[in-house]
């Protein structure tokens, strides 16, 4: 078959999947070579978009003034965000590494503009957020890609949006959606970090699959792959 698979590529595809990690540390002082990079971000450019609308830009930052200024609002951002928490979970907040800004090689900031192609987007004018989700396409293919390449990613959320704006000059109607960390590492983490520190632990695979209708997790008609899923609960 045109396009087929070989064992091996599947076999690779599956150990980005499961070996992909977000990185917070770790990030040594090694530059991204540039072909490696383009090759990331032409992943990321071939994700799937709603009404092929490719709602995205890519906005490469290695200056180390405008990455304090990110760094800046994170640490302004952690401390209001912790007060949505008590003692003893707003100390082990306090406690984990959750960025690597300045430690990076580079940063990317990806955003939504739903603008392109104009107002009309085939797909989009019944789930408007249909958007954004192309968006998170374009960062999955980024993040599996740069695994790939034995390239460190790590998403940096507790940001500022206004922060963002302003620091790199995006317009208004433009939405920043993820802010990047890129870089060689050490190594990759076996588990997630947050699973390590015992933040939250990975739900079973069993346990967020359902059949037919919501919150229906026991069918006849769908016994032998509800089995398959129980038996291959470690497989990740």
């Known amino acids: 078959m045109n396009g087929e698979f070989s064992p091996e590529e599947k076999d690779g595809f599956y150990k980005a999947v499961f070996s992909r990690r977000d990185v917070r540390s770790h990030f040594t002082s090694e530059s991204i070579d540039e072909r490696v990079l383009s090759r990331i971000l032409n992943a990321a450019h071939h994700a799937p978009s709603v009404g092929f609308s490719q709602p995205w830009n890519f906005i490469l930052i290695k200056d180390k003034q405008t990455r304090k200024k990110v760094k800046d609002s994170f640490d302004k951002e952690r401390i209001r965000s912790s007060n949505l928490v008590e003692d003893p979970k ?8 959750l960025e690597g800004i300045l430690g990076s090689a580079l940063n990317v900031c990806v955003t939504y503009d739903p603008s392109k192609f104009g107002p009309f987007v085939i797909g989009r004018s019944s789930i408007p957020e249909t958007g954004i989700y192309s968006v998170c396409c374009a960062i999955q293919n980024l993040w599996l890609a740069a695994r790939a390449e ?9 940001l500022s949006n206004d922060d963002l704006k ?5 317009p208004e109607h433009v939405v920043p959606v993820a ?7 050490t190594g990759f983490a076996e588990k997630p970090d947050l699973e390590t520190a015992g933040w ?37």
Do not use: F, T
């Not at 707003?90 to 590494?97: A, G, I, T």
């Not at 997790?217 to 899923?229: A, G, L």
């Open 200 to 236: 939250l632990n990975r739900l079973a695979l069993k346990d967020v699959v359902y059949y037919e209708k919501w919150n229906n997790n026991s069918d006849p008609s769908w016994q032998q792959i509800r089995e398959m899923i129980i038996s291959n609960l470690d497989y990740a």
């Open 90 to 97: 707003r100390s082990k907040y306090l406690s984990l590494r």
């Open 166 to 170: 302003k620091h790199l000059e995006i």
């Open 150 to 158: 034995d390239i460190g990613v790590g998403w940096v959320s507790i």
């Open 179 to 185: 802010y990047l960390c890129l870089g060689h590492v």
